[in-house]
């Protein structure tokens, strides 16, 4: 069955280090979409991404977020200067026809964890 | 602002023990409320859609109803393996058919045996 993949599962880094965390959505879908989600804490909203541009993004989505799709593959999220606050499980998410159907599918996530 | 409240936080079930989780919303107009399953370390797996008042829908030991205030996501006869988070997300008119889900905190369930 296909599936959202995400690298790394886990990554460790210095506050005020560039982090980028890698998706690979499946493949005959068209919407991107990063969410977060701090621990113990509800699963937020951060970026969505369809023909290749921004659709929406959050207030959680500041200059410090970047997202890119390199190649017909794969979608960036980059953290320009992580911050402790950025420590959470960031997923990948895509979906056929948008998040009106709510059927969006989900990667199993990157821990972040900014020391 | 929209926003989404689960309730309860958790809670915990003998196998075979029927409940509901509740999931209200305010929110300043609903294109569609779904609900999500989500175990530990793994990311959320959609359930089911609704859209409007009234709607039912049903996925094993699960159904899922909806009303203008709330949403109610039953399980019949539940299964050890039915133990998880369920996330209760919105969708609102404010945004197009690309835009983010709000999700509540979620209810912990646990099915003992």
């Known amino acids: 069955e296909p599936e959202v993949t995400q690298t790394p599962s886990h990554q460790v880094t210095q506050m005020g280090q560039e982090v980028i965390l890698r998706c690979v959505p499946i493949s005959n879908h068209l919407y991107f979409y990063w969410y977060r989600q701090i621990l113990g804490q509800k699963v937020e909203f951060l970026v969505s991404?369809?023909?290749?541009?921004?659709?929406?993004k959050s207030e959680i989505f500041d200059d410090q977020f970047s997202v890119e799709r390199p190649d017909g593959s794969n979608f960036t999220l980059k953290i320009r200067s992580t911050k402790l606050e950025d420590s959470a499980m960031y997923f990948c998410?895509?979906?056929?026809?948008?998040?009106?159907?709510?059927?969006?599918?989900f990667g199993e996530g990157s821990r972040l964890t900014v020391l | 602002e929209d926003q989404v409240t689960q309730s309860p936080e958790a809670l915990r079930l003998q196998e075979g023990e029927s409940s509901s989780l509740n999931c209200s919303y305010t929110?300043?107009?609903?294109?569609?409320l779904f609900w999500y399953r989500q175990d530990p370390g793994k990311g959320p797996e959609f359930l089911f859609t609704?859209?409007?008042a009234g709607e039912e829908k049903e996925k094993e030991r699960l159904k899922a109803t909806l009303t203008k205030k709330e949403s109610f996501l039953h399980i019949t006869a539940p299964k050890p393996e039915d133990s998880a988070t369920y996330l209760c997300a919105v969708q609102t008119l404010s945004g197009g058919g690309a835009d983010g889900l709000t999700f509540g905190k979620g209810t912990h369930l646990i099915i003992q045996p």
């Open positions: 929110v300043s107009g609903l294109r569609g």
């Open positions: 998410a895509s979906s056929t026809q948008g998040a009106l159907t709510g059927e969006l599918f």
């Open positions: 609704l859209y409007s």
């Open positions: 991404f369809y023909n290749n541009e921004i659709s929406e």
